[in-house]
T-cell receptor, first 113, second 114 residues
């Protein structure tokens, strides 16, 4: 079975500081893709960053970067220079070759000014 | 482009009633999904369709049926609604198998079963 676990229901960070959100996954597939999505109060789902499992290099998108540890099946998201607009629910997701896409339970990120 | 369109946006049902949630995408995507979102549970996959003509169960399929009507449309049916099916439902679509393209989501349907 394909599972995604986010062990932090809620996190807080001070504006301009750095925060890391954790995610572990489990799949028997060798080819898969990992994603982080952001969901603000509007309920819109916004892609933050993606990672192909076959790539060793960690993905980076501006202030967002991942720490991808394939052997440990870990895929954490680091947000640098946190901004008030980063406050949202963050979901980690895993997609296997058959296009089955599974999400974790989410982490609420609060940003303090 | 509209992207992924879900209807309705809100619905209240009585226990035992049936209804169909409609979803259509205009991005020529092969795969479509139905999720439910509940507090503390995240997004749970109900059913998905990897390509036109195929459907597969996800994590929580009980009480639901789906139809991939054509490449554009993927509907979710509740035959006999139960209060446990009160949730926010999302439809999503993504490109072909084996790609790293992300899923695109509809705006969600808030369903309340009383």
């Amino acid at each position: 079975a394909q599972t995604v676990t986010q062990s932090q229901p809620e996190m807080s960070v001070q504006e301009a500081e750095t925060v890391t959100l954790s995610c572990t996954y489990d799949t028997s597939e060798s080819d898969y893709y990992l994603f982080w999505y952001k969901q603000p109060p509007s309920r819109q789902m916004i892609l933050v960053i993606r990672q192909e499992a076959y790539k060793q290099q960690n993905a980076t998108e501006n202030r967002f970067s991942v720490n991808f540890q394939k052997a440990a099946k870990s895929f954490s998201l680091k947000i640098s220079d946190s901004q008030l607009g980063d406050a949202a629910m963050y979901f980690c997701a895993c997609k296997i070759y058959g296009n089955k896409l599974v999400f974790g339970a989410g982490t609420i990120l609060r940003v303090k000014s | 482009n509209a992207g992924v369109t879900q209807t309705p946006k809100f619905q209240v049902l009585k226990t035992g009633q049936s209804m169909t949630l409609q979803c259509a995408q205009d991005m020529n995507h092969n795969s479509m999904y139905w999720y439910r979102q509940d507090p503390g549970m995240g997004l749970r996959l109900i059913y998905y369709s990897a390509s036109e003509g195929t459907t597969d169960k996800g994590e929580v399929p009980n009480g639901y049926n789906v139809s991939r009507l054509n490449k554009r449309e993927f509907s979710l049916r509740l035959e006999s609604a139960a209060p446990s099916q009160t949730s926010v439902y999302f439809c999503a679509s993504s490109e072909r198998e084996g790609s790293n393209t992300e899923a695109f989501f509809g705006q969600g349907t808030r369903l309340t079963v009383v």
